[in-house]
């Protein structure tokens, strides 16, 4: 469980070969990609949590890949957000899951849980730093494969991410 006043959202890096899977939303400003994930309900736990997620989002079920998702790294984010009063605050507890092939062309097209119907997109692994990503760990999935590469992300906060 996340500590206690402090949203956490868990998501996924999820790898098949050298690509990532992500959501895109076409903004007016630019495409946005996300890992797939969302936030933690009180009292769930993450494993849990993610679990939930990736099924809701992507029709996926980590309960029958031959390797559980592995948490890699954490991204405190700290900033104001457009429409909203005040700071917004989360905590990103962003795991790595590779996916075997046949699992892959299971997954959904569109976001099964959003309204807007956002792409599930395959991305280079290589090309990832030069996207709009949310959480803002394009750089550290350069590194996805590296051991020992660090666990803490930079923290995400006005200087270093605009909205879309």
């Given at each position: 469980?996340?500590?206690?006043?402090?949203?956490?959202?868990?998501?996924?890096?999820?790898?098949?070969?050298?690509e990532v899977c992500l959501i895109r939303r076409h903004r007016p400003?630019?495409?946005?990609?996300?890992?797939p994930g969302g936030i933690v309900n009180a009292d769930e736990h993450?494993?849990?949590?993610?679990?939930?997620?990736?099924?809701?989002?992507?029709?996926?079920?980590?309960?029958?890949?031959?390797?559980?998702?592995?948490?890699?790294?954490?991204?405190?984010?700290?900033?104001?957000?457009?429409?909203?009063?005040?700071?917004?605050?989360?905590?990103?507890?962003?795991?790595?899951?590779?996916?075997?092939?046949?699992?892959?062309?299971?997954?959904?097209?569109?976001?099964?849980?959003?309204?807007?119907?956002?792409?599930?997109?395959?991305?280079?692994?290589?090309?990832?730093?030069?996207?709009?990503?949310?959480?803002?760990?394009?750089?550290?999935?350069?590194?996805?494969?590296?051991?020992?590469?660090?666990?803490?992300?930079?923290?995400?906060?006005?200087?270093?991410?605009?909205?879309?």
């Amino acid at each position: 469980m996340t500590p206690p006043g402090i949203p956490a959202r868990v998501c996924a890096v999820i790898l098949n070969n050298d690509e990532v899977c992500l959501i895109r939303r076409h903004r007016p400003d630019g495409d946005q990609h996300s890992l797939p994930g969302g936030i933690v309900n009180a009292d769930e736990h993450i494993a849990d949590a993610l679990a939930r997620e990736l099924r809701e989002e992507l029709d996926l079920d980590v309960t029958a890949l031959p390797e559980p998702p592995r948490l890699r790294w954490v991204q405190d984010q700290h900033t104001t957000r457009p429409g909203t009063p005040g700071t917004f605050r989360r905590l990103h507890l962003i795991h790595v899951l590779d996916l075997p092939d046949a699992a892959r062309r299971a997954l959904a097209a569109t976001e099964r849980d959003a309204e807007d119907e956002a792409s599930v997109v395959w991305v280079d692994l290589d090309k990832t730093a030069g996207l709009h990503l949310y959480p803002a760990a394009g750089d550290a999935l350069l590194k996805v494969r590296v051991p020992g590469a660090g666990v803490l992300l930079p923290p995400i906060t006005d200087e270093t991410y605009t909205w879309r």
